[in-house]
């Protein structure tokens, strides 16, 4: 299979659960999901307000401050400050979770895992990289800031733009930016999504 490439400009922004703000999905699996019944989720928010978070039982979480100066959250009673861009911070979707920004909107990036099924891992990249997933894996790497050029298909992909890499795929990237690179691994014993 060829990597699927996922226009930012193809996205419909769309209500947060709890209707307190507005997130544009990256990609979910399985295809067309819903906010209840997905197994993953990668999405982008703009974050104009403080307050509390959606609770997802079940879900694992990790943000990442792409734009702005950052916010600090309150996990469980535990506050942790996410001031710096590009950071990603983990933490559990049914926890008591509440938002305060640090100085104005921010704009970050989201990954959500159904933890009985999934897990996710998100690193970084400024540079030249490559990947190839392995069987039971996929990997969805997105543009946070800057450019980047796949390739194999000598594609361009702009500011959120994404590409989505399975079934042993293997693409190579030049990275003129933040390249955030998502990791998305069935659990053992599962049976194929």
């Known amino acids: 299979m060829a990597p699927r490439v996922l226009r930012a400009e193809e996205r419909t922004p769309a209500p947060?659960?709890?209707?307190?703000?507005?997130?544009?999905?990256?990609?979910?699996?399985?295809?067309?999901?819903?906010?209840?019944?997905?197994?993953?989720?990668?999405?982008?928010?703009?974050?104009?307000?403080?307050g509390p978070f959606s609770t997802f039982e079940g879900v694992d979480r990790n943000i990442?401050?792409?734009?702005?100066?950052?916010?600090?959250?309150?996990?469980d009673g535990d506050t942790h400050v996410l001031d710096a861009p590009h950071e990603p911070f983990e933490f559990p979707g049914d926890a008591a979770t509440g938002c305060e920004l640090l100085?104005?909107?921010?704009?970050?990036?989201?990954?959500?895992?159904?933890?009985?099924?999934?897990?996710?891992?998100?690193r970084i990249e400024r540079g030249p990289m490559s990947?190839?997933?392995?069987?039971?894996?996929?990997?969805?790497?997105?543009?946070?800031?800057?450019?980047?050029?796949?390739?194999?298909?000598?594609?361009?992909?702009?500011?959120?733009?994404?590409?989505?890499?399975?079934d042993e795929d293997h693409a190579s990237f030049d990275v003129d930016g933040v390249l955030a690179v998502v990791t998305l691994t069935e659990r053992p014993g599962l049976p194929g999504h």
């Open 16 to 50: 947060w659960k709890n209707g307190g703000g507005v997130t544009s999905e990256v990609a979910a699996h399985p295809e067309g999901a819903g906010l209840d019944d997905f197994a993953w989720r990668v999405s982008v928010a703009e974050v104009a307000r403080g």
């Open 64 to 75: 990442t401050v792409v734009q702005g100066a950052g916010m600090a959250l309150t996990v």
């Open 103 to 122: 100085g104005g909107p921010i704009v970050d990036f989201n990954v959500m895992v159904r933890r009985s099924l999934m897990s996710a891992r998100v």
């Open 131 to 166: 990947v190839r997933p392995c069987p039971g894996t996929r990997v969805l790497a997105v543009v946070l800031e800057g450019r980047a050029v796949l390739h194999r298909a000598v594609v361009s992909l702009g500011r959120f733009d994404a590409v989505l890499l399975r």
